[in-house]
């Protein structure tokens, strides 16, 4: 009797999986492949996103002490930031590629951010950081091409 237990749950697990994704194509598909996307980015970021979460205190205002520890981990915020673009960007356009839609579908880093619960005023502090911090890599990569 188990062991028939056991094989109709094995049998019925791909159907369940079935159930639980949304039609291809649809709002709630792409809404689906959106979360499912940022949701593995958060969490493979879980402690960066953490320590960006910690720059305010309870009452908005900036912590230093976590502010200059986020600061020590510049290239830590580096490759957050290019991880973004780079990876995330080009899985969310991919997606809406599949369905033959022609709207660009680029979710911005702060947006992100802002839904795993970063604090406003963090993000007024991290955001100009990140984006020059971003500059800077380009202009670096577009002198040392021109070099060659």
């Known amino acids: 009797m188990n062991r028939l237990i056991a094989a109709f749950a094995l049998a019925t697990c791909p ?56 600061m020590s981990r510049t290239d830590d915020l580096q490759n957050f930031a290019d991880s973004f673009q780079n990876v995330v960007l080009p899985e969310l356009e991919l997606a ?11 979710p ?7 839904d795993e619960g970063v604090d406003e005023e963090a993000l007024q502090w991290v955001a100009p950081i990140i984006g020059l911090m971003q500059q800077l890599r ?7 091409s021109q070099v060659m």
């Open 96 to 106: 809406l590629v599949e369905c033959g839609q022609s709207e660009q579908f680029a």
């Open 138 to 144: 380009e202009d670096e990569v577009g002198n040392s």
């Open 15 to 70: 159907l369940a999986a079935c159930v639980t994704a949304p039609e291809p194509c649809t709002q709630e598909w792409v809404e689906y492949k959106t979360d499912h996307i940022l949701g593995e980015f958060a969490s493979d970021n879980r402690g960066l996103i953490n320590d960006l979460k910690r720059i305010t205190n309870d009452e908005g205002d900036l912590n230093t002490f976590a502010t200059m520890r986020l």
């Open 108 to 114: 911005a880093l702060t947006g992100f951010l802002r």
